[in-house]
């Protein structure tokens, strides 16, 4: 079991590398589709690094006045 942890926390540091590599990070622009982005890209660990290029794309509701 101790093995397993150990392969999902380097599945997901690398997921978090490839975040740092493509620049989501940076800058101010804070959204749901940025957010998913990044989300996902972690999720994807190695992935990233054999053509994987996860993207999300959502809106949230406007509030109605």
């Avoid at 093995?3 to 926390?9: D, L, M, P, Q, R």
């Avoid at 380097?10 to 493509?22: F, N």
């Avoid at 589709?33 to 959502?58: E, M, Q, R, S, W």
């Amino acid at each position: 079991m101790k093995i397993v942890g150990v392969i999902i926390a380097i599945w997901l540091l690398i997921g978090v590398v490839a975040v740092a590599q493509r620049g989501y990070l940076a800058g101010s622009d804070q959204s749901c589709a940025k957010a998913g982005t990044i989300a996902v890209t972690v999720v994807a660990g190695p992935l990233n690094y054999v053509g994987a290029n996860p993207k999300v794309k959502c809106e949230l509701p406007q509030p109605s006045s």
